[in-house]
């Protein structure tokens, strides 16, 4: 025997009280992991997705193009739109490689509650989609065509000719997308000038997507687009990142926060749980310390104590976030306005010693009281205890 | 080398109870030599217990002087010591024996008696030595049983056994057949007579006047006072 297995043993004297303290770490910590997880896998897919977008300028209408497309992925319309005739005008400004049109609706059914999001594009708009494969088909054969993401196909059961009806019209699967791994999977793909006539937005577009010759040249090129049309919202793509990215580093604040309430709570009740069992077992330690303990013996052994419950807490906590994680991930993603695609719980490694070391810290501190209380119970006063 | 092992001189131990001062012993001088087998009697109250804490350095004096000898011909004074080195103190010179044995219920009964080894710089002896001394005890055949399978005779003797199993000088034992019947109270105190039969001082606080009288002094207390010291010098 020694110290570590009589501590276990002294633990498990009480098993229902010590799993539930377990647990109770175990939840902070796999609410940790989780959000960090998170947090981590979420920054990683947004730039992953951001640079497969495939342009370096996009110019959307005035007003928040972030808001906007929110709007539409849950069913509302785009408040502003661009005119068709600003792509000319565009093209036109030296340094402009490459643009194409874009236009975005959805469509709600109320009694599935599910949204379709359906993108009109144009030729043009391959170019910007060099990832772009075809499973089957290909693209646009006629103006009631539709190309359909992956999961599209995989969710609705449509194949190759079959007919799937948009605002009151049908169109024919022309075209199955390869897994893209962002949110293409889940769009409809119409031809642009079908969309806006079905739409009641002829002549309009939500986006216009830009490629530059020289990408030294990014912002040089948007302060002239800028300069050329006022009603246009010209965005680059370093703008879009670095508000994206502010975005997730003030959502990062608040998820730490969440996580050390948790953490605190869960340290709190450790404490608590360890102290009370120093209350009960006074008489114990006083026949320790009458025995030979030194009071740092006492000390290391309720220190030991509370290093594994916080210890076994935290390997079950990260145990249980990963086992969970998938779980998780459909949960947040639900709760969110707009997440990438691709995995968003990054469970690596890392996470997990971040994870397992919290909880250690968390046993570390959260031991100290309860022991040095111990420690400093003098023989004869813990054993007349009653 | 001396034959002394302790000398108390005038020790005194007053509690506080609100207001009130209660004298647990007052006053006490008395020798002990090494290898003595020593009863105390006297009433409840009388500071029996006061006496064996004093000794066995769980509780300190509010007054006077207690010197240790050990066999290395130092002159140790108790009372002056600080905490750390009295935990030392305890865990090589002393083996406590409790009224209400005092054993893990989680452990068995050779963890238990494993117990005081495992604490810092704890005595460092053979492989398998809990199970020898609790051979010795008589308990050969519980070796794996837990308190809670024993019987009261069984666990003041694995109580026995665990104050033992440092190798102590000294074994001080308070009221230990308190909650034994006869027969048991008699092997508890046969354990006792072989234990100074080879070598170790025994010091026992009893109400059993029968078996006190097997100690070849008997120190009789009363209002923490010695009233009567049968076999001492």
Redesign the interface.
Known sequence: ???FS?AI??L??RKIRTTLTILSVAIAISILFSLVAFNRGYEKEMKKELQYLGYHILIVPKGCPYEAASLVLHGGKFPRYLKDEYVEEIKKVEGVKETARLFMNSETDSLLKETKIYFGIDQDYLRFKTRWEFKEGGFFTDDHSVVIGLYVSETKKLKLGDKTRAFGEDFTVSGILEQTGDQDDGFYFLPIKTLTRVSGKEGLLVAVPIRVEDLSKIEEIAEKLRAAETDMNVVSMKEVTGAIMGLVSSTRVLIYAVVLIAILISAVGVLNTILMSVFERT??I????????????IFRLIWYETFIVCLTGGLVGSFLAVAGSSGIEKFIKKLMPYAPGGQLISADLLVIIVSVLFAVIMGILAGIYPAYRASNL???EA?RTE | MTKELFNLEGITRIYKRGNEQIKGVDGLTLKIDKGEYISILGPSGAGKTTFL?ML?C??SPTSGKLIFYPDNGEIIELTRMK??KL??F???N???V?A?F?L????TAT?NV???L???S?KKVEDGYSKKVLEMVGLGHRLTHKPLHLSGGEMQRVAVA??MV?QPKVLLADEPTANLDTGNSEVIFNLFGELNAMGMTVVVATHAEELAKRARRIIFLQDGKIVEDKGGK
């Open positions: 025997m020694n110290f009589l043993k002294n498990l004297r008489r114990e006083g026949m320790m310390k009458a025995v030979g303990s030194s009071r740092m013996d003098m023989p004869i054993i | 804490n066995g769980i509780d905490e750390n935990d030392e305890r865990r090589e002393i083996g406590f409790f209400d005092f893990l219920h989680s452990l963890e494993e117990l005081p495992i604490f810092s704890g665990r104050s440092n």
